[in-house]
Structure formats: C-alpha cells, structure tokens
C-alpha cells in the first residue's frame, strides 16, 4: 500500500508499493491516486520516492521531483533499488573521481578497508553481549565474543601494498566471523524463528526475509548518500569484482548493517512477527507482505532517525550516515592531489 513516512519535521519519503496505485502532479504538488480516492501532497520537504513493482508515476510527476532534488527509486521485492532518477546537480565531480580511483590502488585503501572491518566485527560483538540474557546458556557468548576478537586482530596486523594483495584473507576472515555471530545471535530468538545459515537470493526462512529487505533498503540509502556527495558507487575497494553493480555501497554498508541486524531481531525477539508479515511460495522461498514491509520500513526508519553522538558529534543515525559519506568524499577529493598525470 502506498505510504507517506515523515522522518523529522523537514523529511518524508513516499513509498508507492501497491498495484495500479499512481503518482501524477499538480502544479507544485503530487497526487497519489488510488481506488480510494486522491490525496494531494506538497513537493517541498520531500526526500525520496520509492517505486515498487505495479505502482506508477508519470513523467510530470518524475520533472516535478528533479526540479526539487528529490531521488526517485524502483525498488524490488526485496527492497533494493534496482534502477533511479536523481538531480543533474548532484554528478559526480571530477576530482573526486579521479581520487577515488587513486585511492582503490593505494595503500590508504588497505587501512581504510581494514577499518570498516574491524568496526562491522565490533558491531557484532555487541549485538551479542547485547542479547546476552542468563536465560540463554546453550551458545557461549562470551567465548565467541572472543573469537571474533581473535579475527580483529588477524585484520589488525594483516598488510599489503594493495588490497587485493589481502583481499581473500579478508573475505574468508569476516566469513568466518559473521559465521559465529549469526549462530550465537539465532540462538536468542524464538525457536519458530531460528535459521540454520545466511539465504539471500531467495531467503528461506522469516528471519533472513527481514534481513533481506532491511539491507536492501539500507543499500538504498548508502547509494544515494554516495550519489549526492559526489562520489562514484560503481568503483568499490574490496567488492570490486560484480560488473556493472554499485560495489563501493557494498563496502561502506559493512559498518552499518548492525542497523538492520539490531531492528530485525527486536521484532522478531518480541514475538510481533505473524504469519501475515509474510508468505511462502512453492519453492519454499520466503517474501515480506505488505504488513510485514510496513513494520520493518517504519521501524528502520525510527531507528535511523534516533539522535546519537558519535566523535562527539550529535545527530540522526541517518545524518551520522550522511557526515561519514561526506568526509570520505573529502577523502577522495583531496587524494586526487597525488594523481599522476
């Protein structure tokens, strides 16, 4: 169904995901039509507009949203854009590209790749003490705590001249530790909802169908961040090896996809999930419903928008997001300074 999300006083997203639902324009406003009815909607103080499989826009109503720098995406089913309209305004910037592709094959990207690394381990083993209750005495905790301390540190001393000097140790170390965390992290939910592995392309149970569409809409925003600041998504530092897929948004949603992890279990930990939060189909793959779509992307949301301090900065989730996407533009930007010509 189609849905308006206010985030702060100044944001809102319009998510469009029910068939034959259409977004038209109006003078300086849109128009969401439905079977219901009309419901007129100002341009002004929108952020993005979320296109699903069925829903329509026109090309009005796609101008309308360029002139105000809104970013228009068509998502999939499991929630990750597969295509987007954004403002010329926005291009990348030439300095910054040429650094970015200096970066990639420098030694600064190695210990950049490494941090991010280090910091989704730290994230994990947070969780984990988090969940931690007394009541949970089955998985050792504490001891696989440990272990992935034990892969930090392999990260910590691991060098190369370039990244794909140390690129397969880093992949098989960060495999092994999410590993431990998912294993210990299941063992805390409810036993109707624990799963054996990771599934992705199709989930194959109810937990990893929420992880799925969180991610997805978490790739979502990293890539417009990346977009907005400049940068290009498409040259990555470790994923570099998908042909035509926004790989650097691939290593930069490392750091934060605790966010989706830490949502996705809270639900799924207090029992709110039901069996309209979802469907299964014949081939025993797992899909969100509209219900279950809904929960997820207003509770995401509420969590991004929480107000945290970070390097004693305080803000929004989403904005700490924003910031850290900003300075690694400057970071590219100021390495072009070392290209070669």
Do not use: C
């Not at 998502?75 to 309209?85: A, E, L, V």
């Not at 098989?172 to 992290?185: D, H, V």
């Not at 605790?258 to 793959?285: C, H, K, M, P």
Request: charged content about 25%; aromatic content about 10%.
């Amino acid at each position: 169904m189609e849905k308006i999300k206010n985030q702060k006083q100044d944001f809102m997203e319009l998510i469009l995901n029910t068939y034959g639902v259409s977004l038209n324009r109006d003078n300086e406003g849109f128009v969401i039509s439905t079977s219901d009815g009309k419901q007129r909607i100002p341009a002004v103080g929108i952020d993005s507009i979320q296109i699903s499989r069925g829903a329509q826009i026109t090309s009005d109503a796609v101008m309308l949203a360029v002139e105000h720098e809104i970013e228009v995406m068509f998502m999939d089913r499991t929630g990750k854009p597969i295509g987007r309209i954004w403002s010329p305004k926005y291009g990348s910037i030439s300095t910054i590209r040429k650094g970015q592709l200096n970066f990639v094959y420098s030694h600064r990207a190695v210990d950049w790749i490494k941090e991010v690394l280090l910091r989704k381990i730290e994230n994990q083993q947070a969780l984990m003490m988090l969940f931690d209750t007394s009541d949970h005495t089955d998985e050792p905790t504490e001891k696989n705590v440990a272990r992935l301390e034990d892969y930090r540190n392999k990260i910590r001393v691991l060098d190369g001249d370039i990244v794909n000097d140390i690129a397969p140790m880093l992949r098989g170390w960060e495999g092994q530790a999410s590993r431990i965390y998912f294993s210990t992290i299941n063992a805390f939910l409810p036993e109707q909802f624990r799963f054996n592995a990771r599934s992705q392309h199709p989930a194959l149970d109810v937990a990893n169908a929420f992880l799925n569409y969180g991610y997805g809409i978490l790739y979502g925003r990293i890539e417009g961040a990346l977009i907005k600041a400049g940068v290009d998504p498409y040259i990555g530092v470790l994923h570099r090896d998908d042909y035509n897929r926004p790989v650097l948004v691939y290593d930069v949603i490392e750091m934060y996809r605790i966010w989706v992890d830490y949502v996705v279990y809270t639900l799924l930990a207090q029992n709110v999930i039901t069996e309209e939060f979802y469907s299964v189909r014949e081939d025993g793959s797992y899909w969100l419903e509209a219900l279950g779509r809904r929960v997820l992307i207003q509770s995401l949301n509420d969590y991004m928008d929480e107000v945290v301090t970070v390097k004693g900065t305080t803000r929004s989730r989403l904005t700490q997001l924003t910031l850290y996407v900003q300075s690694l533009a400057q970071k590219f930007k100021e390495e072009s300074k070392t290209v070669k010509r």
